[in-house]
């Protein structure tokens, strides 16, 4: 008997509903959507193997299953209908995530080919699939793969980071936290762009920088990949939303001008070696090819990029 597609659905992690796109294939239903580019498909990974999430009916059971797969879906939908752009090659590339990777693994990752997410200690983290913006965050990183490429070290790094989180505060439309939902220890979240200095970053115990002047110059973390990102996430909240910071007024454009000046930034300007003084002159350049050498757009960036330090 031959796949065929239905729609599903489940409880996620925190007991949301959703609804979701699966299949009916050899007796069970599965978590393989068909409809998205050359699908979408979510494992439970299990002794290093990947194992179908099956279901004697189109309710699925496991919650972190469920999530990874809505998740995985609501951002190729983000990435389609906002930049038309088709999976993270711009080719359909199969969206593959495992869950339940590792023992209550406190993290998630992308490996090029996989989303993986922990289970987390109930600790420090409920498990990471439980949040959409983990899931957006991922996915990123394989568009930033096919696009910039940005070395994952030092300057170049926080931006392949910065663009992840900008993206993934994006696509979690309602708040600019990462990991505001799997935070088991009572924190706001993980990250913010609207005030990178609320959070404590947990390698050096020091607030997230949020000017350049602050910025880390170690070594942990390929060079403070996931710490000095919060440089380029205020600027980028700064385009967006405006304020204050630092004595620099700016007024911001909207989520939806950002966007497209952050993707475009990213897809058209921005090389595998760049750093945050290219990245100002990638979004000015961007913001200019979309709205204008004089336009309020321009103006954010210049400002926003003044704000936190970087010329
Ligand atoms: O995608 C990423 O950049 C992070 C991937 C980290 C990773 C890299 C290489 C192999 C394995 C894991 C995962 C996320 C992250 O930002 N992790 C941070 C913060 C973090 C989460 N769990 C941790 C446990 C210990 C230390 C730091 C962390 C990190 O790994 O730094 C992204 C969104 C949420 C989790
Ligand atoms: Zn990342």
């Known amino acids: 008997n031959a796949a065929h597609e239905v729609t599903a659905f489940g409880y996620g992690v925190f007991g949301g509903k959703q609804m979701f796109e699966a299949s009916y294939i050899d007796g069970l239903f599965r978590l393989h959507d068909q409809t998205r580019g050359q699908g979408v498909i979510t494992y439970d990974y299990d002794n290093n193997v990947n194992e179908d999430v099956t279901s004697v009916s189109k309710m699925f059971r496991d919650g972190a299953a469920v999530d990874a797969h809505a998740n995985s879906q609501k951002t190729y939908d983000y990435f389609k209908n906002t930049f038309n752009r088709n999976s993270v090659d711009d080719n359909g590339q199969r969206l593959l995530s495992r ?18 997410y922990g289970d987390g200690d109930g600790i420090r983290f409920h498990p990471l699939a439980g949040g959409l913006d983990v899931a957006a965050h991922e996915m990123s990183h394989g568009v930033i793969q096919h696009t910039a490429s940005l070395i994952y070290r030092n300057e170049s790094g926080a931006l392949n980071e910065s663009f992840a989180d900008i993206f993934g505060a994006m696509v979690d439309r309602d708040d600019w936290i990462i990991g505001e939902d799997i935070m088991a220890n009572g924190a706001i979240g993980l990250r913010s762009l609207e005030d990178p200095a609320a959070l ?3 390698r050096t115990q020091e607030p997230y920088p949020d000017h350049w002047s602050k910025r880390y110059t170690g ?6 990949v996931h710490i000095n990102s919060s440089i380029n996430n205020k600027a980028a909240y700064l385009v967006s939303e405006g304020g204050e910071h630092y004595g620099v007024q700016v007024t911001g454009v909207g989520r939806e001008a950002t966007e497209q000046i952050y993707y475009r930034a990213l897809s058209h300007y921005l090389t595998a070696s760049s750093n945050f003084a290219m990245m100002r002159q990638a979004a000015i350049q961007a913001a200019t090819d979309l709205y204008g050498s004089n336009s309020d757009a321009v103006k954010a960036v210049q400002q926003a990029y003044n704000a936190v330090g970087v010329y």
Request: charged content about 10%.
């Open 200 to 202: 404590i970053e947990n």
């Open 99 to 116: 869950v339940h990777v590792g023992d209550n693994w406190n993290n998630a990752s992308w490996n090029g080919v996989y989303m993986s």
């Open 219 to 224: 070594t942990l973390d390929n060079g403070g």
